[in-house]
């Protein structure tokens, strides 16, 4: 099915959680946050939060910056 | 007795702000920030791609560091609530820096904007450090609001040109019953000391530090420099003059006395 993650459309299996897409993005959850279609989703809700077609989500992490 | 900055419910001792752009690696940053002894730290929010999965910044910032992610990229109050959200989701804490900014050419901000993102996280508990023109009805406004300090921009971000604004910031500093934090600009240690001695509860820098030949050199020199400052401001800096005052005995020393 297809996402749009972080502004991009992606194409995925379906049925996905949002700790499965973080996971398999090879990033670790506890230095993510994720919105999923404009809601932030709490750490603790990303194993049951599962991903629908043509869903948005953001990714977000801490970078440099003054 | 300590001279401790009180901000957003904690005191802090180290009056030097680091922003953590523009370093040329994680590790050297990581060293700066030691070096300095660095209290307060700003990081920004950016979409994470796969890409980028490697090093997470929040590894070489040392642990008792207060974070406070900035909203930059922000081109509007809801866009900048939408950031500090999702920044205080990410559990590093509730301090955030509002930066609200359209003009890309001298990424001057956007007061009006700031003054409403500012009146609504602060109702949500967030301890708010907006980002300004100095101006002093609008910094009176950012009070009413909530802001826990203002921060006045020195000048242009990253153009290391110094206290531009100082007269203004100047007024903010005798009107203004909460932190003033002078933010951009500030392009060497000395300025940073004159923001100080003007008396600044504290400074932010970011650029001056982390492009300088040698950033950890600068982070320490940065931070001696603030220090000297405050204790300079807090000694009572005297009156110049037009005229000279001396100051060894005017008396006659080898010529004959009358």
């Avoid at chain 1, 989703?41 to 989500?57: F, G, H, K, Q, Y």
């Avoid at chain 2, 940053?29 to 929010?45: N, S, Y």
């Avoid at chain 2, 910044?57 to 922000?74: F, H, Q, R, W």
């Avoid at chain 2, 509007?76 to 820096?97: Q, T």
Wanted: net charge neutral; aromatic share 4%.
């Amino acid at each position: 099915m297809r996402l749009r993650i972080n502004g991009e459309d992606v194409l995925i299996d379906a049925h996905k959680t949002i700790m499965e897409l973080v996971c398999g993005r090879g990033l670790r959850p506890e230095r993510v946050v994720v919105e999923h279609n404009l809601r932030i989703v709490p750490r603790e809700a990303w194993p049951e939060t599962i991903l629908n077609e043509n869903d948005t989500v953001e990714i977000i992490g801490f970078f440099g910056g003054g | 007795m300590k001279d401790l900055l009180k901000i957003g419910g904690k005191s802090v001792n180290n009056r030097l702000f680091i922003g953590t752009g523009k370093f040329s690696s994680y590790d050297v940053m990581k060293r700066a920030l030691e070096e300095a002894g660095a209290d307060v730290v700003t990081v920004a929010l950016r979409r994470v791609d796969s890409s980028s999965k490697t090093d997470n910044i929040l590894d070489y910032i040392p642990k008792e560091c207060i974070l406070v992610p900035n909203t930059s990229g922000a081109r509007n109050a809801d866009e900048a609530v939408r950031i500090a959200r999702l920044s205080r989701a990410a559990g590093c804490g509730d301090w955030v820096k509002i930066e609200v900014i359209q003009d890309n050419k001298y990424l001057l901000p956007d007061n009006l904007e700031t003054l409403k993102a500012t009146e609504i996280l602060a109702k949500e508990g967030f301890v708010v450090l907006p980002y300004m023109s100095p101006d002093l009805s609008m910094a009176k406004r950012l009070v009413d609001a909530g802001a826990a300090a203002v921060m006045p921009l020195g000048s242009p971000i990253g153009s290391n040109r110094g206290i531009k604004t100082k007269e203004l910031v100047e007024i903010l500093i005798s009107e203004i019953k909460i932190p003033v934090i002078v933010d951009a600009g500030l392009g060497s240690p000395s300025n940073a000391c004159e923001c100080m001695e003007m008396g600044c509860s504290a400074v932010l820098v970011n650029t001056a530090i982390a492009i300088a030949e040698n950033p950890v050199g600068m982070a320490k020199a940065f931070s001696d420099a603030v220090k000297a400052g405050r204790l300079a401001y807090g000694a009572g800096i005297p009156q110049s003059t037009r005229h000279a005052n001396p100051s060894s005995p005017l008396t006659g020393f080898l010529r004959q006395r009358k």
